[in-house]
Nanobody
Framework: VQLQASGGGLVQAGGSLRLSCAAS????????VGWLRQYPGKEREFVAL????????YYADSIKGRFTISRDDAKNMVYLQMNSLKSEDTAVYYC????????????????WGQGTLVTVSS
């Protein structure tokens, strides 16, 4: 099972985008789902995470106050609202299921799918 991220694109600095994460063949019920991003030649890094119950959110310091993660259980979707985008937010964004352990380690996430490219022009 893989998750599919979408909603990326080209946006000017200061602009906004909303990324969506869909799962095929499964539901997000009970899952902890995160967003991670990857710069060229770099390892994926943690961006945001949302738990199932109780509903809690966690953010990387670099995006705190600008990005918001949410989930719509009825639609089986997880979103990442990105505001006040900066050039350093340019990356490929992935959603994935957290398997346990540190949320800052990409190896603790699974069900990776294709990411979506976000490009922020300055």
């Amino acid at each position: 099972v893989q998750l599919q991220a979408s909603g990326g694109g080209l946006v000017q600095a200061g602009g906004s985008l909303r990324l969506s994460c869909a799962a095929s063949g499964r539901t997000f019920s009970g899952d902890v789902v995160g967003w991670l991003r990857q710069y060229p030649g770099k390892e994926r890094e943690f961006v945001a995470l949302i738990t199932w119950s109780p509903r809690r959110t966690y953010y990387a310091d670099s995006i705190k106050g600008r990005f918001t993660i949410s989930r719509d259980d009825a639609k089986n979707m997880v979103y990442l609202q990105m505001n006040s985008l900066k050039s350093e937010d340019t990356a490929v964004y992935y959603c994935a299921v957290h398997l346990g352990g540190s949320i800052y380690s990409p190896s603790n996430f699974g069900d990776w799918g294709q990411g979506t490219l976000v490009t922020v022009s300055s």
